[in-house]
Each structure stands twice: as C-alpha cells, then as structure tokens.
C-alpha cells in the first residue's frame, strides 16, 4: 500500500479505511511483522524501525499472532474469489 503508482493502491487504502472506521482489528503473524520490521530498518534505520515495532506492539489496532493453515485457509476462502490471491 505505500506504493501510490501500484494498480491495487485505491482498492487497498478503500478497504483499510472502511475496516478501520467500521472498528475493524488487524491480525499480523509473526513472519510478516518481522519481514515488515527488517524492511523499515533498511529504510529509515534501527533506531526508528525499532521505534515503529514498539507502536504496533502497543497498538489497539493490530493483534500479533501466529499463523497457522486454518489462518491460510480462511485468508483463502476469502481472497481468491476476490481476485486478491
């Protein structure tokens, strides 16, 4: 979603912001939250990529959690009919 220019950035910012004021809470596992962090430490350095783990982990919007094949399953069942997957 940070890519403006990407083809699917109006269709994804939409449906974040429609989830996030019909109080939506998003589930990130660990693999993505790791593969998010170590992205924004090549960008904009430990100390601020540190900074940004500390205010998802104290975020009320996002939930960590592990990821297990139901998750995949589910993600699934839901994407591929949307064309997401």
Known sequence: MSDRKDRNHKTASAYLEDNVHEGARFVLGRNV??????????RIGKQKALEELHNILNSKLLVIEL????????AG????PRGWM
């Open 77 to 80: 069942a839901i994407m591929v």
């Open 67 to 74: 990821v297990s094949k139901v998750d995949w399953d589910l």
């Open 33 to 42: 939250l790791v593969e998010y962090i170590d992205g924004m430490t090549k």
